[in-house]
């Protein structure tokens, strides 16, 4: 990865630096949002079920 800027050492640099410059940081961010989905949609399916066996189990 690049820095945003050109220097050969650290004098003269200020400021912040974001280390995710020019990165593919919005493929990652959906990448994490599906996986977030998917997990509660499978959470919520599993609370359906063992809802579903306690109530019918009498």
Known sequence: MEAPFNATSWDGVTGAIYAGYGSVEGLWLIVCLILV????????????????????KK
């Open 37 to 56: 989905v998917i997990a509660v949609i499978g959470g919520w399916r599993h609370e359906g079920h063992a809802y579903r066996a306690v109530t019918h």
